[in-house]
Protein backbone atom coordinates (compact mmCIF):
# COMPACT_ATOMS: atom_id res chain seq x y z
CA UNK A 1 0.00 0.00 0.00
CA UNK A 2 2.97 2.37 1.06
CA UNK A 3 4.47 1.91 -2.46
CA UNK A 4 1.43 2.16 -4.20
CA UNK A 5 0.87 5.50 -2.75
CA UNK A 6 3.94 7.04 -3.51
CA UNK A 7 3.81 5.92 -6.70
CA UNK A 8 0.32 7.87 -6.83
CA UNK A 9 2.01 10.65 -5.37
CA UNK A 10 4.82 10.27 -8.54
CA UNK A 11 2.46 9.71 -10.91
CA UNK A 12 0.60 13.10 -9.29
CA UNK A 13 3.65 15.11 -9.35
CA UNK A 14 4.80 14.26 -12.89
CA UNK A 15 0.90 15.03 -14.35
CA UNK A 16 1.43 18.68 -12.41
CA UNK A 17 5.17 18.55 -13.73
CA UNK A 18 4.09 17.79 -17.07
CA UNK A 19 1.32 20.20 -17.33
CA UNK A 20 3.36 23.04 -15.97
CA UNK A 21 6.18 22.63 -18.90
CA UNK A 22 3.06 22.33 -21.56
CA UNK A 23 1.52 25.73 -20.46
CA UNK A 24 5.02 27.30 -19.67
CA UNK A 25 5.95 26.12 -22.97
CA UNK A 26 2.31 27.22 -25.00
CA UNK A 27 3.13 30.40 -22.68
CA UNK A 28 6.82 31.39 -24.39
CA UNK A 29 6.07 30.24 -27.68
CA UNK A 30 2.68 32.25 -28.17
CA UNK A 31 2.33 35.44 -30.66
CA UNK A 32 0.46 38.23 -29.09
CA UNK A 33 -1.46 40.47 -31.71
CA UNK A 34 -2.20 43.73 -30.33
CA UNK A 35 -5.53 44.69 -27.62
CA UNK A 36 -8.76 44.96 -29.29
CA UNK A 37 -9.82 47.74 -27.79
CA UNK A 38 -12.71 50.29 -28.13
CA UNK A 39 -12.47 53.59 -25.78
CA UNK A 40 -15.46 56.15 -26.43
CA UNK A 41 -14.08 60.04 -26.09
CA UNK A 42 -16.31 60.04 -22.59
CA UNK A 43 -13.84 56.96 -21.34
CA UNK A 44 -10.50 58.47 -22.67
CA UNK A 45 -11.52 61.86 -21.02
CA UNK A 46 -11.75 60.00 -17.54
CA UNK A 47 -8.38 58.03 -17.51
CA UNK A 48 -9.75 55.00 -19.09
CA UNK A 49 -12.20 54.00 -16.34
CA UNK A 50 -15.22 52.29 -17.49
CA UNK A 51 -15.52 48.69 -16.10
CA UNK A 52 -17.21 49.91 -12.92
CA UNK A 53 -19.32 52.69 -15.34
CA UNK A 54 -20.67 50.50 -18.75
CA UNK A 55 -24.44 52.40 -18.54
CA UNK A 56 -23.99 53.29 -22.21
CA UNK A 57 -22.91 51.41 -25.91
CA UNK A 58 -19.53 51.30 -24.07
CA UNK A 59 -20.76 48.37 -22.65
CA UNK A 60 -20.79 46.18 -25.42
CA UNK A 61 -16.64 46.41 -24.95
CA UNK A 62 -16.14 46.94 -21.78
CA UNK A 63 -18.45 45.33 -19.38
CA UNK A 64 -21.75 43.39 -21.18
CA UNK A 65 -23.66 43.35 -17.72
CA UNK A 66 -23.64 46.98 -17.72
CA UNK A 67 -26.64 46.86 -19.96
CA UNK A 68 -28.60 45.48 -17.34
CA UNK A 69 -28.54 49.07 -15.78
CA UNK A 70 -30.09 50.44 -19.34
CA UNK A 71 -33.48 50.61 -19.46
CA UNK A 72 -34.55 52.22 -22.84
CA UNK A 73 -33.95 51.56 -26.22
CA UNK A 74 -31.64 53.13 -28.42
CA UNK A 75 -29.32 52.87 -31.38
CA UNK A 76 -27.07 54.83 -33.34
CA UNK A 77 -25.52 54.35 -37.25
CA UNK A 78 -22.98 57.01 -36.52
CA UNK A 79 -20.27 57.49 -33.60
CA UNK A 80 -17.93 58.56 -34.91
CA UNK A 81 -14.35 59.58 -33.50
CA UNK A 82 -10.87 60.73 -35.03
CA UNK A 83 -7.96 60.82 -33.04
CA UNK A 84 -4.77 62.47 -33.72
CA UNK A 85 -1.34 62.56 -31.40
CA UNK A 86 0.55 66.06 -30.61
CA UNK A 87 3.21 64.93 -33.36
CA UNK A 88 1.43 63.78 -36.04
CA UNK A 89 1.41 66.91 -37.91
CA UNK A 90 5.20 67.16 -38.00
CA UNK A 91 5.83 63.72 -38.66
CA UNK A 92 3.60 63.30 -41.45
CA UNK A 93 4.64 66.59 -42.90
CA UNK A 94 8.56 65.78 -42.49
CA UNK A 95 8.17 62.27 -43.95
CA UNK A 96 6.34 64.16 -47.14
CA UNK A 97 9.34 65.83 -47.77
CA UNK A 98 11.81 62.46 -48.11
CA UNK A 99 13.22 62.23 -51.39
CA UNK A 100 13.53 58.83 -53.66
CA UNK A 101 16.78 60.33 -55.46
CA UNK A 102 19.76 58.48 -54.69
CA UNK A 103 22.23 61.24 -54.81
CA UNK A 104 24.54 62.91 -52.20
CA UNK A 105 22.30 65.97 -51.69
CA UNK A 106 19.12 64.19 -51.22
CA UNK A 107 20.93 61.17 -48.92
CA UNK A 108 22.07 64.01 -46.85
CA UNK A 109 18.66 65.91 -46.70
CA UNK A 110 16.81 62.72 -46.29
CA UNK A 111 18.99 62.19 -43.00
CA UNK A 112 18.82 65.32 -41.35
CA UNK A 113 14.60 64.91 -41.81
CA UNK A 114 14.63 61.46 -40.19
CA UNK A 115 17.47 63.45 -37.42
CA UNK A 116 14.60 66.06 -37.05
CA UNK A 117 11.54 63.38 -35.93
CA UNK A 118 13.93 60.78 -34.34
CA UNK A 119 12.33 59.63 -30.87
CA UNK A 120 9.04 60.90 -32.19
CA UNK A 121 5.41 59.00 -33.34
CA UNK A 122 3.22 60.10 -35.67
CA UNK A 123 -0.09 58.42 -35.19
CA UNK A 124 -4.35 59.20 -36.43
CA UNK A 125 -6.88 56.95 -36.03
CA UNK A 126 -10.73 56.93 -36.32
CA UNK A 127 -13.90 54.57 -35.57
CA UNK A 128 -17.23 54.49 -35.97
CA UNK A 129 -19.70 52.21 -34.16
CA UNK A 130 -23.13 51.57 -35.44
CA UNK A 131 -25.52 49.79 -32.12
CA UNK A 132 -28.52 48.83 -30.61
CA UNK A 133 -29.37 48.42 -27.18
CA UNK A 134 -32.46 46.64 -26.33
CA UNK A 135 -34.42 47.20 -23.34
CA UNK A 136 -34.22 43.56 -22.92
CA UNK A 137 -30.84 43.87 -21.60
CA UNK A 138 -29.17 42.97 -24.97
CA UNK A 139 -27.33 44.70 -27.94
CA UNK A 140 -25.66 44.48 -30.98
CA UNK A 141 -22.67 46.74 -32.46
CA UNK A 142 -20.58 46.73 -35.38
CA UNK A 143 -17.60 48.88 -35.48
CA UNK A 144 -14.99 49.89 -37.81
CA UNK A 145 -11.55 51.46 -36.52
CA UNK A 146 -8.45 52.26 -38.31
CA UNK A 147 -4.65 53.29 -37.37
CA UNK A 148 -1.70 54.34 -38.90
CA UNK A 149 1.61 54.77 -36.69
CA UNK A 150 4.50 56.24 -38.34
CA UNK A 151 8.19 56.32 -36.28
CA UNK A 152 12.07 56.72 -37.13
CA UNK A 153 13.71 53.31 -35.25
CA UNK A 154 16.90 51.68 -35.42
CA UNK A 155 18.93 55.13 -34.66
CA UNK A 156 22.45 54.18 -36.12
CA UNK A 157 21.19 53.21 -39.43
CA UNK A 158 17.50 55.01 -39.65
CA UNK A 159 14.96 53.09 -40.60
CA UNK A 160 11.17 54.40 -40.75
CA UNK A 161 8.34 52.19 -38.79
CA UNK A 162 4.98 52.06 -40.81
CA UNK A 163 2.18 50.24 -38.96
CA UNK A 164 -1.14 50.00 -40.32
CA UNK A 165 -4.49 48.28 -39.24
CA UNK A 166 -7.87 48.15 -40.04
CA UNK A 167 -10.68 46.07 -37.36
CA UNK A 168 -13.77 45.21 -38.27
CA UNK A 169 -15.79 43.87 -34.99
CA UNK A 170 -18.92 42.14 -35.23
CA UNK A 171 -20.40 41.87 -31.36
CA UNK A 172 -23.91 40.54 -29.34
CA UNK A 173 -24.02 41.02 -26.11
CA UNK A 174 -26.38 39.86 -23.24
CA UNK A 175 -26.72 40.69 -19.38
CA UNK A 176 -29.49 38.83 -17.07
CA UNK A 177 -30.15 39.15 -12.90
CA UNK A 178 -28.64 37.63 -10.66
CA UNK A 179 -31.43 35.09 -8.68
CA UNK A 180 -30.22 36.23 -5.20
CA UNK A 181 -28.93 39.25 -3.91
CA UNK A 182 -26.07 39.28 -1.50
CA UNK A 183 -24.61 41.40 1.30
CA UNK A 184 -21.25 43.27 -0.29
CA UNK A 185 -19.56 45.66 2.14
CA UNK A 186 -22.38 45.68 4.37
CA UNK A 187 -24.65 46.80 1.93
CA UNK A 188 -27.54 45.13 -0.26
CA UNK A 189 -25.88 44.04 -3.48
CA UNK A 190 -28.14 43.55 -6.72
CA UNK A 191 -25.87 41.75 -9.01
CA UNK A 192 -26.00 41.39 -13.22
CA UNK A 193 -23.75 38.86 -15.24
CA UNK A 194 -23.24 39.39 -18.72
CA UNK A 195 -21.39 37.50 -21.83
CA UNK A 196 -20.26 39.00 -25.15
CA UNK A 197 -19.37 37.20 -28.21
CA UNK A 198 -17.45 39.20 -30.49
CA UNK A 199 -16.43 38.28 -34.36
CA UNK A 200 -13.21 40.46 -35.60
CA UNK A 201 -11.80 40.49 -38.79
CA UNK A 202 -7.89 42.22 -38.68
CA UNK A 203 -6.00 43.63 -41.79
CA UNK A 204 -2.48 45.22 -40.38
CA UNK A 205 0.74 45.93 -42.29
CA UNK A 206 4.17 46.57 -39.61
CA UNK A 207 7.14 47.08 -41.87
CA UNK A 208 10.68 48.98 -41.63
CA UNK A 209 11.71 51.22 -44.84
CA UNK A 210 14.89 53.46 -45.16
CA UNK A 211 13.80 56.84 -46.08
CA UNK A 212 14.15 56.70 -50.24
CA UNK A 213 12.26 53.43 -50.22
CA UNK A 214 9.66 55.07 -48.05
CA UNK A 215 9.67 58.35 -50.21
CA UNK A 216 8.60 55.70 -53.80
CA UNK A 217 6.38 53.85 -51.46
CA UNK A 218 2.73 54.14 -52.58
CA UNK A 219 -0.74 52.83 -50.88
CA UNK A 220 -1.32 49.69 -52.80
CA UNK A 221 2.64 48.98 -51.66
CA UNK A 222 1.82 49.02 -48.32
CA UNK A 223 -1.04 47.23 -48.65
CA UNK A 224 0.35 44.27 -50.48
CA UNK A 225 2.10 43.71 -47.08
CA UNK A 226 -0.90 43.21 -45.34
CA UNK A 227 -1.61 40.52 -43.25
CA UNK A 228 -4.77 39.46 -41.82
CA UNK A 229 -7.63 36.47 -40.07
CA UNK A 230 -10.36 36.58 -38.38
CA UNK A 231 -11.28 35.08 -35.44
CA UNK A 232 -14.16 34.69 -32.72
CA UNK A 233 -14.00 35.07 -29.12
CA UNK A 234 -15.49 35.79 -26.21
CA UNK A 235 -16.00 38.63 -23.06
CA UNK A 236 -17.23 38.19 -19.88
CA UNK A 237 -18.48 40.56 -17.03
CA UNK A 238 -20.18 41.04 -13.66
CA UNK A 239 -21.70 44.14 -12.12
CA UNK A 240 -23.00 45.10 -8.60
CA UNK A 241 -24.87 47.64 -7.22
CA UNK A 242 -24.57 48.29 -3.69
CA UNK A 243 -27.92 49.83 -2.34
CA UNK A 244 -25.65 52.24 -0.24
CA UNK A 245 -26.08 56.29 -0.22
CA UNK A 246 -23.29 56.72 -2.84
CA UNK A 247 -24.69 54.40 -5.24
CA UNK A 248 -21.92 52.26 -5.71
CA UNK A 249 -21.07 49.91 -8.53
CA UNK A 250 -18.77 47.29 -8.53
CA UNK A 251 -17.63 45.66 -11.84
CA UNK A 252 -15.50 42.47 -12.92
CA UNK A 253 -14.45 41.82 -16.35
CA UNK A 254 -12.62 38.58 -18.54
CA UNK A 255 -11.88 39.44 -22.14
CA UNK A 256 -11.06 37.16 -24.94
CA UNK A 257 -11.38 34.18 -22.89
CA UNK A 258 -10.21 31.61 -25.36
CA UNK A 259 -7.32 33.85 -26.10
CA UNK A 260 -7.94 32.72 -30.35
CA UNK A 261 -5.78 32.92 -32.62
CA UNK A 262 -6.50 35.85 -35.77
CA UNK A 263 -3.70 34.15 -38.05
CA UNK A 264 -0.47 32.41 -37.66
CA UNK A 265 1.45 35.16 -38.69
CA UNK A 266 -0.79 38.15 -36.95
CA UNK A 267 -1.20 36.05 -33.50
CA UNK A 268 -3.64 35.47 -30.98
CA UNK A 269 -5.92 38.26 -28.86
CA UNK A 270 -4.59 38.14 -25.00
CA UNK A 271 -6.45 37.44 -22.65
CA UNK A 272 -7.07 40.60 -20.28
CA UNK A 273 -8.91 41.36 -16.91
CA UNK A 274 -9.82 43.85 -14.93
CA UNK A 275 -11.97 45.16 -11.91
CA UNK A 276 -13.67 48.38 -11.60
CA UNK A 277 -15.93 50.63 -9.42
CA UNK A 278 -18.20 53.37 -9.80
CA UNK A 279 -19.43 55.70 -6.61
CA UNK A 280 -22.14 58.81 -7.07
CA UNK A 281 -20.79 60.38 -3.56
CA UNK A 282 -23.58 63.36 -3.55
CA UNK A 283 -26.44 63.46 -1.36
CA UNK A 284 -29.85 64.78 -1.69
CA UNK A 285 -32.87 65.10 -4.29
CA UNK A 286 -32.99 61.79 -6.42
CA UNK A 287 -31.52 63.93 -9.68
CA UNK A 288 -28.88 65.22 -7.60
CA UNK A 289 -26.54 62.45 -6.93
CA UNK A 290 -26.55 61.58 -10.52
CA UNK A 291 -24.44 65.01 -11.01
CA UNK A 292 -21.25 63.39 -9.97
CA UNK A 293 -20.07 60.43 -10.72
CA UNK A 294 -16.00 59.16 -9.85
CA UNK A 295 -14.43 55.75 -11.08
CA UNK A 296 -11.63 54.13 -11.07
CA UNK A 297 -9.81 50.89 -12.75
CA UNK A 298 -7.33 48.18 -12.26
CA UNK A 299 -6.43 46.74 -15.57
CA UNK A 300 -4.08 43.49 -16.53
CA UNK A 301 -4.47 44.08 -20.29
CA UNK A 302 0.20 42.97 -20.33
CA UNK A 303 2.19 41.13 -18.13
CA UNK A 304 5.26 43.62 -19.26
CA UNK A 305 3.13 47.06 -18.15
CA UNK A 306 3.92 48.00 -14.53
CA UNK A 307 1.65 47.59 -12.08
CA UNK A 308 1.29 51.77 -11.91
CA UNK A 309 0.35 51.90 -15.33
CA UNK A 310 -2.77 49.72 -14.65
CA UNK A 311 -4.62 52.03 -12.80
CA UNK A 312 -6.66 54.30 -14.32
CA UNK A 313 -9.11 56.98 -12.46
CA UNK A 314 -11.74 59.44 -13.83
CA UNK A 315 -14.96 60.96 -13.05
CA UNK A 316 -17.39 63.75 -14.61
CA UNK A 317 -19.58 66.26 -13.34
CA UNK A 318 -22.84 67.60 -14.70
CA UNK A 319 -22.67 71.59 -15.44
CA UNK A 320 -26.62 72.23 -16.86
CA UNK A 321 -28.55 69.61 -18.79
CA UNK A 322 -26.73 69.14 -21.82
CA UNK A 323 -23.14 69.82 -20.76
CA UNK A 324 -21.07 67.28 -18.88
CA UNK A 325 -17.14 68.21 -18.10
CA UNK A 326 -14.44 65.12 -17.63
CA UNK A 327 -11.14 64.41 -16.19
CA UNK A 328 -8.85 62.00 -15.04
CA UNK A 329 -5.69 59.95 -14.51
CA UNK A 330 -4.06 57.16 -16.38
CA UNK A 331 -0.90 56.20 -16.24
CA UNK A 332 0.43 59.03 -13.77
CA UNK A 333 -0.77 61.27 -16.60
CA UNK A 334 -4.06 63.43 -16.35
CA UNK A 335 -6.85 63.32 -19.05
CA UNK A 336 -9.92 65.40 -19.41
CA UNK A 337 -12.36 66.68 -22.01
CA UNK A 338 -16.36 67.58 -22.09
CA UNK A 339 -19.59 66.02 -24.08
CA UNK A 340 -22.41 68.09 -25.11
CA UNK A 341 -25.73 66.40 -25.63
CA UNK A 342 -28.30 67.84 -27.31
CA UNK A 343 -30.57 64.62 -27.09
CA UNK A 344 -30.25 63.18 -30.87
CA UNK A 345 -26.97 64.83 -31.09
CA UNK A 346 -24.18 64.28 -29.10
CA UNK A 347 -20.33 65.93 -29.12
CA UNK A 348 -17.31 64.87 -26.87
CA UNK A 349 -14.06 65.74 -27.16
CA UNK A 350 -11.01 64.27 -25.10
CA UNK A 351 -7.51 64.51 -24.22
CA UNK A 352 -5.61 61.86 -22.35
CA UNK A 353 -1.88 60.47 -23.06
CA UNK A 354 0.33 56.92 -23.44
CA UNK A 355 3.45 56.13 -22.00
CA UNK A 356 5.23 54.35 -24.69
CA UNK A 357 9.05 54.48 -23.02
CA UNK A 358 9.91 51.30 -21.02
CA UNK A 359 9.07 53.14 -17.66
CA UNK A 360 6.13 55.04 -16.60
CA UNK A 361 7.38 58.88 -16.82
CA UNK A 362 10.20 58.21 -19.84
CA UNK A 363 7.93 59.45 -22.54
CA UNK A 364 4.44 60.60 -22.88
CA UNK A 365 2.58 60.33 -25.87
CA UNK A 366 -0.74 63.34 -25.67
CA UNK A 367 -3.37 62.28 -27.75
CA UNK A 368 -6.80 64.48 -28.89
CA UNK A 369 -9.54 62.65 -29.91
CA UNK A 370 -13.27 64.22 -31.40
CA UNK A 371 -16.37 62.27 -31.35
CA UNK A 372 -19.75 62.62 -33.01
CA UNK A 373 -22.35 61.11 -32.28
CA UNK A 374 -26.10 60.38 -33.64
CA UNK A 375 -28.61 58.31 -31.17
CA UNK A 376 -32.17 57.92 -31.60
Known amino acids: MMQFSRKCKGLKSLVLLTTIMIFCTRWLGAIYSYSLDYETSRTKAMGGASIGLSNDYQALFSNPAGLGWINDKSYGIIQAEGEVNSDWQKVSNKLNELSSKDTPWDRSKNDQILNEISGKIGRVGFSNLAYYLGAANFGVGFLCQ ?65 ARDFAG ?24 YLKSPWRSNLGLLVKNILESEIDPVVGKLRR ?105
Open 146 to 210: GLTDFEVVNPVTPKIRAFESLDSVLTGSIARPFRKNENLFSADAVGWWGGTMKFLSRRTADEQYF
Open 217 to 240: LSKSDMRNNEKGGATLDFDAGTMW
Open 272 to 376: EWGLGVSINPLEGPPGRNKKLTLAADYWYDNPDSSVFSRFRFGGEAQVNRWLVLRAGIRGGYLSGGFGADFKTVKLDFSTYSEEIGIRPGDKEDRRYTLGLGVEF
